[in-house]
Each structure stands twice: as C-alpha cells, then as structure tokens.
C-alpha cells in the first residue's frame, strides 16, 4: 500500500512539475509579446521593417504572428503617409531646385496632387487599422481560441484608438491646408518668373509685392507643420 501510494505521489509530482514548467513557458512567451509590441511601438518604419520571425512557439505563437500581422500592415500605410505628405514635399523644394527648375514648376503641382492623394488614401486605411473590428480580425485569421483572442485584445485594443483615429483627422486636414498653401506658393512662383531668381542659393524678388505674398504663403506653411507636430 505505501508502495502504491509512494508511486502515486511521484506521479502527481511528475505532473505538478510539468504543469509548471508549461505555466512558466507561457509566462514567459506572454513577457516576450509584451517586449516585442514595446519594440514595435518605437519603430523607425523610413529605415526599420518588421522583424517577422517568430520569438515564441507552441499555440500562443499563433497570437504573435497575428500581432507582428497587423504592425507590419499597418506601418506599411504609415510608410506612405510618411514619405508623401507636404512635409516631405516642401524639403524637395530647395532653391537649388527652383533654379533647376523654373520652367516646370506646373509639373511639379501635378507631382504634388498626386502624392498628396496617396497621402489622403494612406489615412483612411491608417483610421481603419485603428479600429477594433480591424484589430480583431488578425485574432480571427489566425483562428485564436477564446483565451489567446482576449490575450490578443488585450495586447492591441486600445481605449485611445479613438482618440487617434480623430488625431489623423487633424493631420489630413493639416496636410491638405498646407498643400494648398503650397500650390499657391507655386503658382506665385510660376506666374512671376520674371520677377524672381537664384543667386548663391538665395531666392531673391524684384518685386516687394511678390516677396510679401511669398513670405505669407511660406509662413503658413511652416505654422500648420508646427502645429502638425505637436498632435
């Protein structure tokens, strides 16, 4: 009888061990999401790509290749709006660039729309991203169970996706007030060509009207992309 019980003991034992060596692994898989979705957040997405490798393995690494998923999609977007809004634009703008190209500056407008369009696109699918519908269907793709689905939620949903997705409201609105600015700036420039020219990489005016409404334009460029910023 205590032979029996002896082996008994050891077995629940055996299995007590396992049950923690299991809990244990996932404690740890869960802390390396949670390091992972850190490093992600801070990401340099002009020269970083999404390291999509796997950290975990088992079943809950189902739930970080969902996540790894969505941040990839979602910073793709980012990618286009990062490196076609206005800001962008105008560093394109030099003056070296105006005294290369004074004779087609109604092109470069043309140019302008056009990325300012991708830019409008890549906002609305940012928004998108942000909502939890969007989120969700990461965890669905990947067919979590009801427990790695709320780990999943509670990794990635947001009170403030909301907020945020009104903030991108802001910067297209910003973006789009500023590209007007711009155009106008262009128009100055293209209508006047006579009355402007580079020398040692100075814009200069021959006409005060001209450098006024030049410095308007510019000034309120530079105001909605401070502005811009501090959202």
Do not use: C
């Amino acid at each position: 009888m205590k032979k029996v019980l002896k082996i008994i003991l050891i077995v629940l034992l055996f299995i007590l061990i396992i049950l923690l060596t299991i809990l244990a692994t996932k404690i740890h898989s869960i802390k390396t999401i949670y390091s992972e979705i850190i490093e992600l957040s801070s990401l340099d997405i002009r020269t970083e790509e999404v390291n999509k490798t796997l950290k975990t393995s088992g079943s809950i690494s189902k739930v970080e290749k969902a996540i790894l998923e969505y941040y990839d999609d979602y910073y793709d977007y980012k990618k286009i709006y990062a490196t076609n809004r206005v800001e962008e634009l105008t560093n394109t703008l030099t003056n070296q660039y105006l005294k290369e190209n004074k004779n087609n500056l109604v092109k470069l407008k043309d140019e302008f729309k056009t990325k300012t369009e991708e830019v409008d696109k890549s906002i609305i699918n940012i928004q998108n991203m942000l909502k939890t519908e969007t989120i969700m269907s990461y965890a669905e793709h990947e067919k979590l169970n009801s427990v790695y689905t709320q780990l999943f939620k509670i990794y990635m949903v947001s009170d403030n996706d909301k907020k945020y997705i009104d903030e991108w409201n802001t910067l297209k609105e910003n973006n789009d007030t500023k590209l007007n600015s711009l155009l106008e700036l262009i128009d100055l420039l293209n209508n006047n060509k006579k009355y402007w020219y580079i020398k040692d990489d100075t814009l200069y005016f021959d006409k005060d009207d001209i450098l006024i409404k030049y410095n308007d334009l510019h000034d309120a460029i530079y105001k909605i992309e401070e502005k811009q910023e501090g959202v």
